[in-house]
């Protein structure tokens, strides 16, 4: 692909958040702040609905924005990310991927 994100950023972040996603529900769920309104971190399968639907979403997520953005602009409207403890290089590159892709997506 010529996107320009290595192969090997790729390969770690789909490992690790592999990892995140094998977790047991249970340690998952450390990670889903009802105060956050899912805008960050953990959101259970069967949570979120589609505008209008009552039927729940299929899917689960974990959430962070790049830090160095949050810092800057939106420290005062938004929560702080959730750092993830079980997985030793989960956070570095996940903000490693999320800067990779907000490049490549042109927005900066």
């Keep these: 692909m010529n ?5 090997l950023l790729i390969n770690e972040l789909y490992k690790y958040v592999q990892q995140f996603f094998s977790l047991p529900l249970v340690q998952k769920k450390t990670y889903e702040l009802v105060e956050l ?3 960050r971190g953990y959101t259970s399968f069967g949570k979120e ?9 299929l899917f689960e997520r974990i ?3 790049r830090s160095s953005f949050y810092k800057k602009f939106l420290r005062r409207n938004f929560p702080n990310n959730v750092p993830v403890k079980e997985i030793k290089h989960f956070n570095k590159t ?3 991927a999320y800067i990779a892709f ?7």
């Design 37 to 39: 309104a899912g805008q």
């Design 94 to 96: 996940f903000t490693d």
């Design 63 to 65: 959430f962070s924005i």
């Design 49 to 57: 609905h589609t505008k209008g639907s009552k039927a729940a979403d």
């Design 3 to 7: 996107h320009g994100i290595s192969d």
């Design 102 to 108: 907000f490049y490549i997506s042109g927005v900066q």
